[in-house]
T-cell receptor
Framework: DAGVIQSPRHEVTEMGQEVTLRCKPISGHDYLFWYRQTMMRGLELLIYFNNNVPIDDSGMPEDRFSAKMPNASFSTLKIQPSEPRDSAVYFC??????????FGSGTQLSVL | DAKTTQPNSMESNEEEPVHLPCNHSTISGTDYIHWYRQLPSQGPEYVIHGLTSNVNNRMASLAIAEDRKSSTLILHRATLRDAAVYYCILRRYGGSQGNLIFGKGTKLSVKP
C-alpha cells in the first residue's frame, strides 16, 4: 500500500492566487482529515470527512478555505485567495476508524 | 475535549528505556488515550491507544494509571530513529466526535 498520497509536496505561490492541495487516502478508509501545522500554532484540525461527507469543518479558518471529497479516493483543499499567513504544512490523514490515522507526507505551502 | 499536559522535552540515551509521561486529570470515562509521534519533516504516526488497561504493541507500551488521570508511553529500547515529538491525545469515544486534537507534545532527543 502506498499510504496517503499528497500533492504537490511543495507549493510556492503569490498572495491572491488560488491554491489547490490534493489528497488520495488509503483505499478502504472511510475517514479523511485535513490538518495544518505551523510553528506558532502547532497541528490544527481543519475539517474531516466520513464516507465522503464533511462532518466537522469548525476548524476551517474562514471562507477562503474550502474542502471537497467527491469520491472515496480523492479530496481537495482549496484556498482562494491565498494570503501569506496561510503558509504552513498541510497534512491529509485517513483511517478506517478515527482513532488510528495514517498521515501523508504533507504539502509545504509558501505564500509570498 | 479534555486537556493533556506533557513535558516540553526529554532526553534519552540510545538503547535505554524511555518513559514519556502525560497528565490528563480531567479525563472522562469515555475518553481514549492516544499517542502519536512526529519524526522530523514527516507527518504524525500512530503509536498506540488505550482506555483502561495497559496496552502493548510492537512499537511501545502504554501504562495507564488506575484512576486514569495519567499515563506513560514506554519505549523499551530507544533508538536514534525514535527522536521525535510525542503527542498524548484524548479522544471521546462515540458519535461524530472523531477529532484528534494535538497539543504541543514532548520533544524526545536520543543521544548515541
Amino acid at each position: 500500500d502506498a499510504g496517503v498520497i499528497q500533492s504537490p509536496r511543495h507549493e510556492v505561490t503569490e498572495m491572491g492566487q488560488e491554491v489547490t492541495l490534493r489528497c488520495k487516502p488509503i483505499s478502504g478508509h472511510d475517514y479523511l482529515f485535513w490538518y495544518r501545522q505551523t510553528m506558532m500554532r502547532g497541528l490544527e484540525l481543519l475539517i474531516y470527512f466520513n464516507n465522503n461527507v464533511p462532518i466537522d469543518d469548525s476548524g476551517m479558518p474562514e471562507d477562503r478555505f474550502s474542502a471537497k471529497m467527491p469520491n472515496a479516493s480523492f479530496s481537495t483543499l482549496k484556498i482562494q485567495p491565498s494570503e501569506p499567513r496561510d503558509s504552513a504544512v498541510y497534512f491529509c490523514a485517513s483511517g478506517d476508524r478515527p482513532e488510528k490515522l495514517f498521515f501523508g507526507s504533507g504539502t509545504q505551502l509558501s505564500v509570498l | 475535549d479534555a486537556k493533556t499536559t506533557q513535558p516540553n522535552s526529554m532526553e534519552s540515551n540510545e538503547e535505554e528505556p524511555v518513559h514519556l509521561p502525560c497528565n490528563h486529570s480531567t479525563i472522562s470515562g469515555t475518553d481514549y488515550i492516544h499517542w502519536y509521534r512526529q519524526l522530523p519533516s514527516q507527518g504524525p504516526e500512530y503509536v498506540i491507544h488505550g482506555l483502561t488497561s495497559n496496552v502493548n504493541n510492537r512499537m511501545a507500551s502504554l501504562a495507564i494509571a488506575e484512576d486514569r488521570k495519567s499515563s506513560t508511553l514506554i519505549l523499551h529500547r530507544a533508538t536514534l530513529r525514535d527522536a521525535a515529538v510525542y503527542y498524548c491525545i484524548l479522544r471521546r469515544y462515540g458519535g461524530s466526535q472523531g477529532n484528534l486534537i494535538f497539543g504541543k507534545g514532548t520533544k524526545l532527543s536520543v543521544k548515541p
